[in-house]
């Protein structure tokens, strides 16, 4: 299994570009991976503010929530039976209920997403908007390399009929992005934060987006028990937020 992860790789990398992001992702991850936090003060904080999903969305939108709840339960059956016939490990799939819920609820025009891996948030998102009947996902990633032909699996979950609203982007987001933001005729109504979980990273990515968001754009960071940025960004930005608790993780919500 390791000599197959290692000719993956190789294979992986004959792609010039590609292997000049794996070096600056390891360089970031040495030079910035020691962040100086506290981390269970960090989390002590985060769970004093967290407030439960359900109960968050059955306060904004009891119907809206139940239909949610009806959403999540196909979307976990179709991956279950989709995913069991997959020997390699695509990732978990998140909050994608809230993602639902709240696409649903403010029907975004334009959707920013990062991380992608087997597609339950693009899905979420997907479904959202053909309900909603408006809005563009734009989403980008960047290939699992341990695995062969790590394209062919970014995204698996989202029904095909969907992808007519999905501009998938592969090249991670320091080229994704600016190609994004060529292609954008609006400002962006919502972003989900699930890439580069370095500070550093989180911090070029809001600054590269920040001439693109307006002043409700509602914004979801995940992993926030990681380190400092979440508390860092509503604080230097003056905004309104919510914190969740999913599973040992958790997730912040920017929400006017």
């Known amino acids: ?23 600056k992702k390891i360089f970031t991850k040495l030079i ?40 999540t339960k196909s979307l976990k059956n179709q991956s279950n039976k989709k995913l069991s016939k997959i020997k390699y490990d ?8 809230l993602l639902y819920f709240l696409t649903r609820l403010h029907k975004p025009k334009i959707i920013l997403e990062t991380g992608v891996a087997a597609g339950y948030s693009s899905s979420a998102f997907l479904e959202a908007i053909n309900k909603n ?36 982007f592969l090249n991670g987001d320091e080229i994704n992005i600016p190609k994004i933001k060529k292609i954008l005729k609006n400002k962006i109504d919502f972003v989900h934060y699930d890439s580069d979980k370095s500070y ?4 070029k990515f809001f600054k590269q987006i920040s001439n693109y968001l307006k002043k409700k754009t509602i914004i979801i960071i995940d992993d926030i028990q990681d380190d400092n940025f979440f508390l860092d960004y509503v ?5 309104l937020f919510k914190i969740f608790k999913f599973k040992k993780k958790f997730l912040g919500l920017v929400y006017n």
């Open 1 to 23: 299994m390791q000599k197959l992860h290692i000719l993956n790789f190789i294979l992986f990398c004959l792609n010039f570009k590609r292997l000049s992001i794996i070096i």
């Open 32 to 71: 910035f991976s020691k962040d100086k936090i506290n981390k269970k003060q960090l989390i002590k904080t985060l769970n004093k503010k967290k407030i439960s999903i359900s109960k968050f969305m059955i306060k904004e939108n009891f119907s809206l929530f139940k239909e949610t709840e009806i959403f």
């Open 90 to 97: 695509l990732g978990g799939g998140g909050a994608y209920n």
């Open 133 to 168: 009947k408006i809005g563009k996902l734009f989403s980008s990633d960047f290939p699992y390399f341990r695995i062969p032909n790590p394209e062919s699996f970014i995204g698996i979950l989202v029904n095909e009929k969907y992808k007519k609203n999905w501009n998938l």
């Open 200 to 203: 550093i990273g989180k911090k």
């Open 235 to 239: 604080k230097d930005n003056n905004k």
